[in-house]
C-alpha cells in the first residue's frame, strides 16, 4: 500500500513490559484488516515495550511499577560501566533484550520511552534502521535530552518522537498559541540531527478537566503539525484514561476522523496501551478491542503496513 494523507500507523502495546505480557505482543503484532476493497494485511505498524518508565511520583515499595529494568539502570547509575558492558554483549536491560527478539521475529518496529539516551540508547545498537521509535517522557521536556537521542536516531536510522508537556495552567485559547505548543516546538529545534520526527499529543493536565486523565488538545496538534511539517500521533490512553476506560475505542474513532483546516487528517498515527501490565493497566484497551479498533479504522483510513516507513 502506498502512502497518503489518509495513511494511520498503528503502534499497540503494553503501559510497560514484563515477562507475563510478552506473549501479548505477538499476538498483537498477527492482527490483520480487511481494508475497503477486500484486501488483508497486517493492521500493526509496531509494538510499545517500555522497561521504564517515568512516573510523576517514585514508588519505592512498588518498583515493579517503575518498569522492568529498573533495577539494571539503577546499577548503571551507580557504577556506570555502560560503554564496556554493550560492547561485550555480556549484560542487557531486559527489555532490550525482549525488544530485539521481537524485532527478529516479526519484522515490526519498537516503540520506547527513553529517559536517560547516553545510558540508555547504545543498548539498542543492534536494532535495525526504521525498526526504532524513541519518545522523551512528557514530564521532561528538556532540549539536550532531545538533542542526545535525536543524535542516535541520525546514525542509526531510527524515529524521534516528540510528546507535548503534560503541565498547563493557561485557558484553552484556540486562537492564540499555548506555552505547551511553544515548548513542543521548541524541543524540535533540538533535534538537528534527523529528519525522522513525530509529534505525539498526549494531552495536558489542567484543572476542571472533567472525565479526562489529561485533556486532549487537538487545536494544538493542528497548529503545531502545520509549523513543524511533521507528522502527529495520538496518545489516547493518557488522554482518556480509567474513567474514560469504556470509551477509550468510540473517542479513538472520533478522533482519528479530525481534519485540518486544509482538510487533511489531523493525526497520521496512534500509540495507545493495549493488553495488561503492571502499570495503568485500568486505560489500556483489550486486544479484541484492538481488533475491533483496527477494523473499523480500516474502513475510512488506510492502515499502514510494517513494510513502509513511518514517516515520509
Known amino acids: 500500500m502506498k502512502k497518503n494523507n489518509n495513511t494511520l500507523s498503528i503502534i499497540a502495546g503494553p503501559c510497560s513490559i514484563d515477562i507475563k505480557n510478552v506473549e501479548e505482543l505477538y499476538e498483537i503484532s498477527r492482527i490483520t484488516v480487511k481494508d475497503r476493497s477486500g484486501e488483508i494485511y497486517k493492521a500493526i505498524f509496531g509494538v510499545r515495550i517500555v522497561g521504564l518508565k517515568s512516573r510523576t511520583e517514585f514508588d519505592k515499595y512498588n518498583k515493579k511499577y517503575m518498569g522492568i529494568d529498573f533495577e539494571f539502570y539503577v546499577n548503571k547509575i551507580n557504577f556506570p560501566n555502560t560503554q564496556a558492558e554493550t560492547n561485550s554483549n ?6 532490550v533484550k525482549i525488544a530485539q527478539e521481537f524485532v527478529s521475529k516479526t519484522g515490526l518496529l519498537v516503540a520506547t520511552e527513553i529517559m536517560f539516551p547516553h545510558i540508555q540508547i547504545p543498548y539498542y545498537a543492534h536494532i535495525p534502521k526504521k525498526k526504532m521509535l524513541f519518545w522523551n517522557p512528557s514530564v521532561n521536556q528538556l532540549g ?6 535525536a543524535y542516535y536516531c541520525a546514525q ?5 518522537g516528540l510528546k507535548n508537556g503534560k503541565w498547563f495552567n493557561q485557558k484553552i485559547n484556540a486562537d492564540t498559541m499555548s506555552s505547551v505548543e511553544k515548548s513542543w516546538l521548541g524541543l524540535s529545534t533540538y533535534a538537528t540531527e534527523t529528519k525522522d520526527i513525530i509529534f505525539i499529543q498526549r494531552g495536558v493536565d489542567i484543572p476542571h478537566n472533567e472525565l479526562f486523565r489529561n485533556y486532549p488538545i487537538h487545536k494544538a496538534s493542528e497548529r503545531v503539525k502545520g509549523l513543524s511539517k511533521k507528522p502527529m500521533f495520538f496518545d489516547p490512553s493518557h488522554s482518556f484514561g480509567s474513567k474514560l476506560r469504556n470509551d477509550i475505542v468510540s473517542l479513538t474513532l472520533d478522533a482519528m476522523k479530525l481534519r485540518t483546516s486544509k482538510g487533511d487528517y489531523l493525526y497520521d498515527g496512534l500509540l495507545i ?15 479484541s478491542e484492538l481488533k475491533l479498533l483496527t477494523q473499523e479504522l480500516s474502513q475510512f483510513r488506510d492502515i499502514n503496513s510494517p513494510s513502509n516507513p513511518l514517516v515520509n
Request: aromatic letters at 16%; a negative charge; zero cysteines.
Open 273 to 287: 496501551e493495549t493488553g495488561n501490565s503492571q502499570s495503568d493497566t485500568d486505560q489500556h484497551i483489550s486486544i
Open 144 to 149: 539536550w535530552s532531545v538533542y542526545q537521542t
Open 90 to 95: 555480556k549484560l542487557f536491560p531486559p527489555s
Open 156 to 160: 542509526k536510522g531510527w524515529y524521534l
